[in-house]
């Protein structure tokens, strides 16, 4: 597709339960990045790919939180045992090279409800 | 830690005036700072993106400046329209070792331009 895609919108589950969000990066790019979004609060970084390895995971909350991106192109967040806390908006950006003067371009986010 | 600060939190203005959205950050070593816009329920949009040798960039009605080592970016729009209405969010991306390619961001500016 033309831009970043992620599924699905929006999520809701129960507290406890298993969740898996998806991101679809710009085909071609090698850099992927997950980050989350609380109710007025500017994006946190929770882990940045470079093509199928994670070259950084250290904004990860905990280890209830992991990501795989097992081909270099589709991203799967996983959220074991969610809690309320972890409601948020989580948003998947990639961009062209692992090139730091590259902009990264951003999907619409998958909103994460707990309840 | 690298902190982004955006003044003022938000800002509501008529249509026609010319505006400017303000970025501060506390550690001068980046590689560039981006400028987004999201709307309401809403991905992340890249306005603008300035590379740390730089000192500013335009697009359109938008023209951001960079004065890195004070740790200052502004963000002018001229001429506002209501279409403007949107939150505004500075991003700085670390040039440290061991946060490479991560972006950080500010809380935002909510913008409301009214006819």
Known sequence: GAGVSQTPSNKVTEKGKYVELRCDPISGHTALYWYRQSLGQGPEFLIYFQGTGAADDSGLPNDRFFAVRPEGSVSTLKIQRTERGDSAVYLCASSPTGNMNTEAFFGQGTRLTVV | ?115
């Open chain 2, 1 to 115: 830690k690298q902190e982004v600060t955006q003044i003022p939190a938000a800002l509501s203005v008529p249509e026609g005036e010319n505006l400017v959205l303000n970025c501060s950050f506390t550690d001068s070593a980046i590689y560039n700072l981006q400028w987004f816009r999201q709307d309401p329920g809403k991905g992340l949009t890249s306005l603008l993106l300035i590379q740390s040798s730089q000192r500013e960039q335009t697009s359109g009605r938008l023209n951001a400046s960079l004065d890195k080592s004070s740790g200052r970016s502004t963000l002018y729009i001229a001429a506002s329209q209501p279409g403007d209405s949107a939150t505004y969010l500075c991003a700085v991306n670390s040039d440290r070792g061991s946060t490479l390619g991560r972006l950080y961001f500010g809380r935002g500016t909510q913008l409301t331009v009214w006819p």
